[in-house]
C-alpha cells in the first residue's frame, strides 16, 4: 500500500517556475515506477512526466518537454516535479501516482494503483 501527498502547487505568471513534491508513505517506493498527470477543467486527465524506479530515462508529455524536470529520491521518499517557462495553458489540477511494485514507469493512467488527492497550478498570462 502507498499513500500519496502533494503539495507546492499555487499561483504563479506565465514564464515562472513551480515545484510540485509528492510524498510518499511505506517501505516500497524505491521498487515502485512513478508519474505526474494533470486535470485541467473540461478535459481529461492527462499525462504530464514519469520516472521508473532508477531514476533514469524519465518521459515526459511533448507539452512539457524541456520545460519540466521529475525527479525521485528513494531515500527520502519522494517524487519531484520541477516547472519552469510556465504557460496559461499548464493550468490544471495535478496529481502524483504509484504503480504497485511495478518498476517500470507508464504513460497511460489506467497502469497506475495509487492517486494523491492533487494539487492545484495557475498560470495567469
Known amino acids: 500500500q502507498v499513500q500519496l501527498v502533494e503539495s507546492g502547487g499555487g499561483l504563479v505568471q506565465a514564464g515562472g517556475s513551480l515545484g510540485l513534491s509528492c510524498a510518499a508513505s511505506?517501505?516500497?517506493?524505491?521498487?515502485?515506477?512513478m508519474g505526474w498527470f494533470r486535470q485541467a477543467p473540461g478535459k481529461e486527465r492527462e499525462f504530464v512526466a514519469a520516472i521508473s524506479r532508477s531514476g533514469r530515462n524519465p518521459v515526459y508529455a511533448d507539452s512539457v518537454k524541456g520545460r519540466f524536470t521529475i525527479s525521485r529520491d528513494n531515500a527520502k521518499n519522494t517524487v519531484n516535479l520541477q516547472m519552469n517557462s510556465l504557460k496559461p495553458e499548464d493550468t490544471a489540477v495535478y496529481y502524483c501516482a504509484a504503480r504497485n511494485l511495478v518498476t517500470i514507469l507508464s504513460m497511460t493512467s489506467e497502469d497506475y494503483d495509487y492517486w494523491g488527492q492533487g494539487t492545484q497550478v495557475t498560470v495567469s498570462s
Open positions: 511505506g517501505r516500497t517506493f524505491s521498487m515502485t515506477a
